[in-house]
């Protein structure tokens, strides 16, 4: 498989596709308390999608994922399968959501907090969230994926937090995993560059402690090693003739 560059039809259903992802993390963002359980917040979400939205949760049934949505509870970096065990004061929770609408994806993913977070929690989901944002600022037709991967390793590691290298970002479509793969490391100038039209998502996960990960006998859910606490941020992003277009973007974020 290559790289796909949209057409301006596909474009257009790949931001229908984005701003729904999106919608969904406005919606569920009251529904984060202490008490919830993760499973709850993924029949709310699914509710959402399927009914509100009259789109596709793209994660249940996915390879065999078994739920509509991801959630990653404080060591657990990504792929958190939701369940009955209720979040609780001070614990961070990503959420992380793909929808299909009219054949297109759109997947993004965002930190909660879940009541009062300690100092060094809030550190790492806010130094995870500029290194999404340095990285989507150096899209633009020509920016090879090394400068990308450099811009949130750079950053990260300057914060002595390390950068987990198993899981990447990747390009998206009509396909929830289309190529190219795009890493969160890197050296500037390396790898492929980017052109106009292509649609790719850019999702670091950074952990405090070590990057080393662990996926648990469920074969999904991916935790870091030494249990230490990891953040991740996602959107799909539009490379355009002079920079980039967040598909994704949140009304908190214009
Ligand atoms: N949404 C994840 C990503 O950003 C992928 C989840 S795969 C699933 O690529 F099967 F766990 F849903
Ligand atoms: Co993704
Ligand atoms: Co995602």
Redesign the pocket.
Known sequence: MTITIKTAAEIEKMRIAGKLAADVLEFIAPYIVPGVTTNEIDQLCHDYIITQQDAIP??LN??G?PKSI?TSVNYTI??GIPNDKKLKNGDILNV?I?VIKDDYHG?T?KMFYVGDVTTHAKRLCKITQECLMLAIEQVKPGCTLGDIGYAIQKHAESNRYSVVREFCG?GIGKN??EEPQVLHYGKPGAGIALQENMIL?I?PMINIGKRHVKVLKDG?TAVTKDRSLSAQW?HTILVTPTGYEVLTLRKEEQ
Request: a negative charge; aromatic letters at 22%.
């Open positions: 793209a994660p996915y390879r994922f991801c990504c792929h992380d793909t997947d993913s990747h929830f995993h998502t999702e999904w996602e």
